[in-house]
């Protein structure tokens, strides 16, 4: 295992690691928004770590091979993830690259949003709540800003004739304080499977 760790970190430190095309601004943008992110990798730890460093992304809660009984297409890793974030499954949104990885968010009760960085998107039709070729999608940015505003609820939630094409995300619920009086609970949550591209 250290010689593989060695050689994945000699590799990264003279190949280099590019984030996936608008990933950085699109993180950015999650952080002003106030939803936690954390990654649910099938990779090893140290890998993990060293993906985050080289394309320098702040330390957020991760889980690893290691962290896991079951692997993907298993839930146990984006489970996991969403405990270590505090927030339920079902206020977690996955982006996924791999056919695995899309299965476990399904198994785990998340809403996928599937990237084309690995497979063609035909190859994908079907199995996510949406597909979109890199982190610059308008769409993307349209869909996750509607379910911010909306505190989270999808449109077939809201009972919207035309409900969005996201299940259930990045969602802000809601907690009683007091008679008659709400606010925001923060619990939102964004579980990455992938990181970026050699």
Do not use: W
């Not at 599937?114 to 869909?143: C, H, V, W, Y």
């Amino acid at each position: 295992m250290r010689q593989r760790a060695e050689i994945y970190h000699d590799y990264i430190e003279h190949k280099g690691l590019q984030a996936t095309p608008g990933f950085m601004q699109f993180f950015a943008y999650l952080q002003q928004q106030g939803v936690a992110a954390a990654i649910a990798s099938g990779g090893h730890k140290p890998h993990i770590l060293a993906s985050m460093m080289a394309i320098g992304i702040p330390r957020i809660p991760f889980v690893g091979l290691e962290d896991v009984k079951n692997r993907k297409p298993a839930p146990d890793a984006f489970l996991l993830a969403a405990q270590k974030l505090g927030v339920p499954p079902s206020e977690c949104v996955v982006f996924e690259d791999s056919l695995a990885g899309i299965k476990a968010a399904a198994a785990a009760g998340m809403p996928c949003i599937a990237l084309t960085t690995t497979m063609p998107r035909q190859t994908l039709e079907g199995k996510a709540s949406l597909i979109i070729n890199d982190f610059r999608s308008p769409k993307l940015r349209r869909e996750i800003g509607k379910l911010i505003a909306a505190g989270g609820k999808t449109g077939k939630e809201r009972g919207d004739a035309n409900p969005s094409s996201l299940v259930s995300s990045a969602k802000r619920s809601t907690a009683r304080h007091g008679k008659g009086k709400k606010r925001p609970s923060n619990k939102r949550g964004l579980l990455s499977g992938l990181l970026g591209r050699r």
